[in-house]
């Protein structure tokens, strides 16, 4: 049986990372990858171009996660300056911090890892099935030590799967969906690919202030598939068990910038001194032009009512819905969601290390472990950063 100082389970972001940190000090490194070629999920990240990470400074970009505690060794120890200095490529910043390569091409991304892999043994086509005691892998190989990078649950064609966590012998919080856009029994098709800027859309307590896109079976855009993240972790389910059982309901302040009371004051004033206007054409100083016929339809006020007919009680109407546009929830679109909610219960791994504190020697890194963030390159900094502490413990040089 060949025997390795470490062996690494999983070939996306975490796991290459690993492998990287753990051959700079070991020579006896295996990757193990169940897909014929590394990376599958790296290659779709960011449209194609790769939102590598997010390059806001250690300490706030650390409020961002639902775990911030437990990444902030790995964030510190692993920094963005230190990601970027593995590539010979450059980098820019977009909106919200975002960072893509120039290039525009998450291949590039992929190709500088894996041009840093010169010393690790890498197996493709090996789907890890069993770990026995001893770290004897699939019967087949021995290890000293393991890190387990396999994913979450998402894009199953990437090589992710439910299976993955029985291979981690650990306690799990709930496994479930992260960044997915919600489905909606509404008829959207009217308005399919329609865009609303910067509205402020709310779940109970949760708010979250981004753009809304409309699709035909439902809502997504980068407001909605953050705002997922907190529905996700608000309801109870757990993949491992059932499916999600939705019945929700969110809503849209259409007009964030203004309260009820100054729309009203406007609509006093403006529907008397432009009497003239039709409504609909009125309503494109607070809305999305190709918005407004759909929202008028479904809160039943006709849109070719002048101003100064619009009566006292449609005006009530028209401002309430404005500033609380209602949605009824479904279902996520789970054939679109980016990251998995949950996964190894962080009580037992040791912050420091990446090592889990029952059983000596196991590392975990990336999606399998219970932290996510929201859009922005934020989930790629969890591989990247966990990855590189694992590798860098199992092969004992962690700090
Ligand atoms: C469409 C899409 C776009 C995204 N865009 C972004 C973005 O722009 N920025 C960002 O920060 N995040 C993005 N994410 C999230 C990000 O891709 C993930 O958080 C990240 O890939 C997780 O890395 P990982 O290495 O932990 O897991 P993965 O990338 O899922 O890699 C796990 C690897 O393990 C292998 N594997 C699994 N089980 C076994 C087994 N039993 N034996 C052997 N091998 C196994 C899999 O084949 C896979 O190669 C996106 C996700 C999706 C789905």
Excluded: W
């Excluded at 490529?89 to 120039?102: A, G, I, S």
């Amino acid at each position: 049986m060949d025997e390795y100082d470490i062996a690494i389970i999983g070939g996306g972001p975490a796991g290459i990372m690993a492998a990287i940190a753990a051959s700079r000090t070991s020579s006896n490194v295996i990757l193990l990858e169940k897909n014929p070629s590394l990376g599958r999920k790296l290659l779709l990240t960011g449209g194609g171009r790769c939102n590598i990470t997010n390059d806001k400074p250690i300490k706030q970009l650390l409020t961002f996660f639902n775990n911030k505690n437990f990444l902030k060794h790995s964030f510190f120890t692993f920094t963005n300056e230190d990601l970027y200095s593995l590539f010979d490529l450059e980098f820019m910043t977009e909106e919200n911090n975002r960072v893509f390569p120039k290039s525009g091409k998450s291949g590039d991304i992929l190709k500088g890892l894996c041009d840093k892999l010169d010393g690790v043994s890498i197996t493709y086509n090996f789907e890890v099935k069993s770990i026995k005691p001893g770290f004897v892998i699939n019967d087949k190989l021995k290890a000293e030590k393991v890190i387990i990078a396999t994913g979450g649950v998402t894009y199953p064609q990437t090589g992710c799967s439910l299976d993955n966590y029985k291979l981690t012998s650990q306690p799990l919080t709930d496994i479930k969906y992260g960044l997915a856009p919600l489905l909606t029994e509404r008829d959207l098709s009217g308005i399919a690919g329609v865009t609303l800027h910067d509205v402020v859309i709310s779940y109970k307590k949760h708010r979250v202030q981004g753009n809304v896109l409309f699709s035909h079976v439902g809502l997504t855009g980068p407001g909605i598939i953050n705002l997922s993240n907190e529905i996700s972790e608000s309801i109870s389910y757990n993949l491992l068990e059932d499916d999600p059982e939705i019945d929700l309901e969110i809503a849209i302040d259409l007009c964030p910038e203004l309260t009820r009371e100054e729309l009203h004051q406007k609509f006093n004033r403006d529907f008397q001194s432009k009497g003239k206007t039709k409504l609909k054409n009125y309503l494109k100083l607070y809305l999305t032009n190709s918005f407004i016929d759909y929202f008028l339809d479904e809160i039943s006020i006709d849109g070719e009512t002048q101003l100064s007919n619009v009566n006292r009680k449609s005006r009530n109407r028209l401002v309430e819905n404005l500033k609380r546009f209602a949605f009824k929830i479904t279902g996520f679109n789970d054939k679109l969601a980016k990251v998995t909610v949950g996964g190894v219960d962080l009580k037992y791994v040791n912050p420091k290390t990446m090592e889990s504190t029952l059983t000596p020697g196991l590392y975990f890194a990336g999606e399998v472990l219970d932290v996510h963030g929201p859009t922005g390159g934020y989930n790629l900094k969890i591989a990247f950063s966990t990855g590189y502490l694992a590798g860098l413990s199992a092969s004992g040089k962690a700090v």
